[in-house]
């Protein structure tokens, strides 16, 4: 495991875009894992502000983003499609047949989370997956408590999930109850693993998602485990670790 300490939100953001940006440089062809959540937008924002710089080309580059809710259609407001195309794919020059989601709105369950598999099995697995923590732990939609061994799936959130996530939504809204994300394994199957943090609100989790014992109960500390996981956190979200 690398850890990288960045003394701001901005410069872990700088780091993590420059290591994603190393990936699609020596591999154009790259696959990449994305996720959504407050963390990675200053990331999504660095890799625009290089791509119009001409310093980035997407064009062959496929991804695979971790979760949707369930029950939002791609172009509802607060769908994660509508995040990412917002934050980043609308501003780069990624080809749009090579960015891929869970369809929240089947009702093929089942169908929908191996057909999810398939495809990225089908595209030689994701080179790096970049990730953030939930403050239960959290990564994708894999809530404390999720086996280990499961690939894409169909989850309830916890209220404290649906609370943490409230604020992408308008008052009175509700949150969805339940998404599709990919599994722990699935996200084990990653080449490499970039996991972002920031804010002190975090400094617990990290802590013991990353020096913890290994257990469902902190999804993250699965990625302990991992051969090529390279965390990218700033101070504060490193605090708790830095006492130790
Ligand atoms: C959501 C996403 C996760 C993300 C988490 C943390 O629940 N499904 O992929 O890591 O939020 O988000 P934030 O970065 O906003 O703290």
């Not at 999930?161 to 996200?187: L, Y």
């Not at 943090?197 to 469902?216: D, E, N, Y």
């Not at 965390?231 to 490193?238: E, I």
Request: aromatic content about 8%; overall charge negative.
């Amino acid at each position: 495991m690398k850890i990288y300490q960045a003394d701001s939100y901005l410069s872990m953001c700088r780091k993590a875009a420059n290591i994603i940006s190393a990936q699609v440089i020596l591999y154009p062809r790259s696959v990449l894992g994305l996720a959504t959540g407050s963390t990675p937008l200053g990331i999504y924002r660095q890799l625009i502000e290089w791509y119009r710089k001409g310093d980035l080309d997407f064009t062959e580059v496929t991804t695979f983003n971790l979760d949707e809710y369930a029950g939002l259609s791609p172009d509802h407001p607060q769908s994660y499609r509508a995040f990412m195309n917002e934050n980043l794919f609308d501003q780069i020059n990624i080809n749009r047949v090579q960015i891929n989601f869970p369809d929240g709105t089947t009702e093929q369950i089942q169908a929908e989370c191996s057909r999810y598999d398939d495809l990225i099995r089908s595209k030689g697995g994701i080179d790096m997956q970049l990730l953030g923590l939930g403050h239960n732990g959290h990564i994708g939609f894999n809530e404390p408590g999720i086996a280990f061994e499961k690939e894409t799936h169909y989850v309830q959130l916890s209220e404290s999930t649906r609370q943490a996530n409230a604020r992408f939504f308008s008052e009175g809204e509700s949150v969805p109850d339940h998404a599709f994300t990919m599994g722990i394994k699935a996200i084990m199957q990653a080449k490499k693993i970039l996991l972002a943090v920031s804010g002190s609100s975090k400094a617990t989790i990290l802590k013991r998602a990353l020096t913890g014992p290994v257990l469902p109960e902190v999804p993250g500390s699965i990625l302990q485990l991992h051969p090529d996981l390279t965390v990218v956190a700033d101070t504060d979200a490193l605090s708790e670790l830095l006492k130790a």
